[in-house]
Every structure is written in C-alpha cells, then in structure tokens.
C-alpha cells in the first residue's frame, strides 16, 4: 500500500507559477507509476500527467499546452508537479495517484489505487 500526501498549493494570480508535492510512503514507490489530476466541484477528475517509475517518461494532457511538468526523485518518494502561467481555468484540488499496474488507461481515474488528499489551487485574474 502506498500512502500519498500532495502539498503546495495556494491562491497565486493568473500567469504565475506553484510547484505541488507529492510524498509517498510504502517500499512500492518505486515500483509504482504516478500520475496527477485535478477536480473542480460537480465534475469527474481530470488527467494532467503521468510519470513512470524511473521518472525516465512522462505524459501530459495535449490541453496543457506545455504548461505543466512532473519529475519524480526516487530517493525522497516524491513526485512534483511544476505547473507554470496559472490561468483562472486552472483552479481546482489537484490530485496525485498511484496506477493499478500491469496495465489500463493512464487518463482513467479508476484505474488508480491510491489517492492523496489533494491541494487546492486557485488562481486569480
């Protein structure tokens, strides 16, 4: 069982930048691919990005526009999400999720076992 925690989110205005946390505690960290999502009120989660257990390749929703990177350190279970020029449309609770290996759909939310408590992001204009 892996057991995630996201931090780092906060109220910015539109254009800036946040960099969210995700730590991780279990042996299965490293064994596991991790991905984000976000969730407004009334709508279902949304994929951002994935990272695979080596942090080696990452991908991202085509909406993103380049915007937002993840990276993963191993050493220190835990995986970032630097998300850059914060737009309004980007408030939400943003999420970090542990895949159901050895196969499924990376954009799915039910195809993940663990979940943080999420961080909320609210950007102003």
């Known amino acids: 069982q892996i057991y995630l925690e996201e931090s780092g989110g906060g109220l910015v205005q539109a254009g800036g930048s946040l960099r969210l946390s995700c730590a991780a505690s279990?042996?299965?960290?490293?064994?596991?691919?991790l991905s984000w999502f976000r969730q407004t009120p009334g709508n279902d989660r949304l994929f951002l990005a994935t990272?695979?257990?080596?942090?080696?390749?990452?991908y991202y929703a085509p909406s993103l526009k380049g915007r937002f990177t993840s990276a993963r350190d191993n050493t220190v279970n835990t995986v970032w999400l630097q998300v850059n020029d914060l737009k309004p449309e980007d408030t939400a609770i943003y999420y970090c999720?542990?895949?159901?290996?050895?196969?499924?759909?990376?954009?799915?939310?039910?195809?993940?076992?663990?979940w943080g408590q999420g961080t909320q992001v609210t950007v102003s204009s």
């Open positions: 990272i695979s257990m080596t942090g080696d390749h990452t």
């Open positions: 999720a542990v895949f159901r290996p050895p196969e499924g759909d990376w954009t799915r939310p039910s195809d993940y076992t663990s």
């Open positions: 279990g042996r299965a960290f490293t064994r596991a691919r």
